[in-house]
């Protein structure tokens, strides 16, 4: 069983930046990892994805702001998120798929607001 905890998140103006980080309690090589984020009221969508190979996708809303990416030798996913919106405000979710079982994180709450 893998462990996630999620940290960086925070309160940041509109147009400011934050980077998100998901440490696993173990490895996390030949896992694929995903970022998700739930605003209030709403249901939790994905926002970005990292293969175990290194293949990247993402959600329309956040082409060209947000960046993922991995270090397997930290067991860490990252998200950089830049040109913040008040519409990112959510609570922001790591999720590991190892084969069929997927790993949670508890979330960190992101705030875009002047």
């Known amino acids: 069983q893998v462990q996630l905890v999620e940290s960086g998140g925070g309160l940041v103006q509109p147009g400011g930046s934050l980077r998100l980080s998901c440490a696993a309690s173990?490895?996390?090589?030949?896992?694929?990892l995903h970022w998700y984020r739930q605003a209030p009221g709403k249901q939790r969508v994905l926002v970005a994805g990292?293969?175990?190979?290194?293949?990247?996708y993402y959600a329309d809303s956040v082409k060209g702001r947000f960046t993922i990416s991995r270090d397997n030798g930290k067991n860490t996913v990252y998200l950089q998120m830049n040109s913040l919106k008040p519409e990112d405000t959510a609570v922001y979710y790591c999720?590991?798929?190892?084969?069929?079982?997927?790993?949670w994180g508890q979330g960190t709450q992101v705030t875009v607001s002047s």
């Open positions: 999720k590991a798929q190892v084969l069929l079982a997927g790993y």
């Open positions: 173990g490895s996390i090589s030949s896992a694929n």
């Open positions: 990292i293969t175990s190979g290194g293949s990247t």
